[in-house]
């Protein structure tokens, strides 16, 4: 998966798998997959003025996630 660095003081970087719907997060704490995250949420997180205010508000305590 092809992660893009995101300009954000807790997110490192964001990739998204459209063909398994699974939003990977780094951030510097660790990488998360979010699982069956539509696009839109992911366009979204992309497009948000702050990636972690959005983050926290449409994707982490939404979306089934594995760490690792």
Not at 37 to 42: D, E, G, R
């Amino acid at each position: 998966m092809h992660m893009q660095p995101v300009n954000s003081s807790n997110l490192e970087a964001v990739g998204y798998d459209s063909s398994s719907s699974t939003l990977r997060i780094r951030f510097h704490s660790g990488t998360y997959d979010y699982h069956g995250v539509p696009a839109s949420i992911y366009q979204g997180l992309m497009n948000a003025s702050s990636k972690g205010e959005y983050h926290h508000a449409f994707i982490k305590n939404a979306f089934r996630f594995t760490k690792f």
